[in-house]
Each structure stands twice: as C-alpha cells, then as structure tokens.
C-alpha cells in the first residue's frame, strides 16, 4: 500500500443453505480526505459499519442518510484509530443528566 493512502474494508457476508457466498469490496482512499461511496443503499446492514468507520476512522462515506458519531462524543477532536493520532493528556468528562 502506497504512503499517504488508508484502506477500508467492508465484508458482507450472505449465506444461502446450497450456496454459501462471501462478498468482499476493498476501497483505497486518500489519507488526507478519505472519501468512498455508501453502500448502505445496497446492503442497509453496511449503516453502522459505515457510521463505526467514519467516527474512529474518518472515512466520509457520499450518500450516506445518517452520518455521524456513534461510539465518540460529538465533541470528540480526531479520528482514535488513525495512525497519526495523538492522544489528549486531558479527558473531559460530562454527567449523564
């Protein structure tokens, strides 16, 4: 893999009892504006994959309906899973209520 590129995996399993099959798409995207198609239109199961990708990736997925943080906070800076992602020395850390 070329520098300054990130990969994005989907796998998509479907299963018939005769005929089991795999479906694998793998997508390169630019480091700096990672931006692919949404398959959520194709396979609805792709939503939160996608939503998970783009909110510890960074990874913006075109046409998708609900894109936005699931796992961090909408306040969160930066993308936890990037290589190039620092961590902060400080957590702020908000009540429920």
């Known amino acids: 893999m070329q520098q300054g590129w990130l990969s994005n995996w989907l796998v998509k399993h479907e299963y018939d009892i005769d005929n089991p099959e795999e ?36 990874i913006s997925y075109d046409n998708h309906p609900r894109l936005k943080r699931i796992l961090m906070p909408e306040s969160w800076i930066g993308w936890p899973l990037r290589k190039d992602y620092i961590t902060p020395n400080f957590y702020e850390i908000q009540d429920a209520h």
Not at 27 to 54: C, G, L, M
Request: with cysteine.
């Open 23 to 58: 479906v694998c798409i793998k997508v390169f995207a630019q480091k700096d504006n990672p931006r692919i198609p949404s398959v959520f239109w194709v396979w609805r199961s792709a939503d939160f994959q996608e939503r998970e990708s783009y909110d510890m990736v960074g």
